[in-house]
């Protein structure tokens, strides 16, 4: 299809193409003027500039008034941006609270703000970290899943002792914690420092049998037994039981609670009881008594000089 043109006069052109603000519609509306009653052109001629002329001035009076600038000052909070370090951190939280089942996905936040009372933290390559000290090869969603979800099999995530004594530290309810194992171990460690407010079980300090362990040994005298023994071994049941040996480090047959043991407060130089004397030897200062100890079997007879008889 063959392209149409039209000549146009020069002093057209120019007013036509210009660019400039100053063209209005005023100088629009005289060279319409000039084009219907001054000019020689022929009626196509003038058709094809008149209708030029229209559209511009059309566009003209039709041009949106210049936009009223105006100048809005940000607040601090929303012109701020987020620190690089926080943002990441919470892409991270968000993966973190992803990672573990729906229904305990509401304990995270609250577990992380606990764990930064206590120096816990992660990178930006999300790495646990203590004290500003980076754990290297540690993945804190592979740690908080682990925490949440029940695992019955496979291996704790690397790191995750580390991770764990933070939660132990922030003494969190158990029923946020959805790995049953850890929640037994956590219980478990509520026992042992419940049953160490009872008796010390690290001094190794004597102690005494209740008469309510009825098949303690024979010679057993009810209530507490004269004798006393030390605790050699802790047992981690629920509850805790301890293993124990006499004086003479023989082990006890059976395991005792807590709650059948008692503290002796006997200091090295108070009394402890005879059962009788068995024998007798030397004179004056030098008096001595082979005594049966009350409460103790015969393989704790012993020779005491006669002036610690009281």
């Known amino acids: 299809m063959a392209r149409r043109t039209a000549v146009i006069p020069e002093e057209f052109v120019s007013s036509y193409f210009s660019k400039t603000p100053d063209t209005g519609a005023q100088d ?3 060279q319409i003027s000039r084009l219907l009653h001054e000019s020689n052109y022929s009626d196509d001629t003038k058709a094809k500039l008149l209708s030029q002329l229209l559209l511009k001035y059309q566009h003209i009076i039709n041009e949106p ?60 390559y999300g790495e646990l970290m203590k004290d500003s000290e980076i754990i290297k090869g540690t993945n804190v969603i592979d740690l908080f899943s682990y925490l949440m979800r029940n695992v019955k099999k496979g291996y704790e995530p690397y790191g995750f002792a580390v991770f ?56 057993y005298l009810p209530g507490w037994s004269d ?6 071994k802790v047992y981690p049941s629920h509850p805790t039981t301890f293993e124990l040996q006499d004086l003479k480090s023989e082990t006890i047959k059976g395991r005792f609670y807590a709650e059948e043991l008692q503290k002796i407060s006997k200091r090295s130089d108070d009394y402890w009881h005879v059962e009788k004397i068995l024998k007798t030897k030397g004179r004056g200062s030098k008096k001595e008594y082979y005594v049966k100890w009350k409460g103790f079997d015969n393989r704790f007879n012993s020779w005491v000089k006669a002036a610690w008889m009281k």
């Open 227 to 232: 004798e006393a023994f030390k605790i050699s």
């Open 28 to 30: 629009i509306e005289n």
């Open 164 to 219: 764990w004594k933070g939660i132990k530290e922030i003494k969190i309810p158990t029923r946020w914690i959805g790995n049953q194992k850890l929640v037994r171990d956590l219980e478990f460690d509520v026992n042992i420092e419940e049953d160490e407010n009872k008796i010390d079980i690290t001094s190794l300090e004597r102690i005494r049998i209740s008469k309510a362990k009825k098949s303690f040994r024979r010679g």
């Open 65 to 124: 008034k210049p936009p009223l600038r105006v100048t809005i000052e940000e607040s601090k909070e929303q012109g701020q941006e987020l620190p690089r370090s926080n943002t990441l951190e919470d892409s991270i939280l968000r993966e973190i609270i992803l990672s573990v089942p729906t229904n305990f996905q509401k304990f995270i936040q609250p577990i992380v703000e606990k764990l930064k009372t206590r120096s816990y933290a992660w990178n930006e």
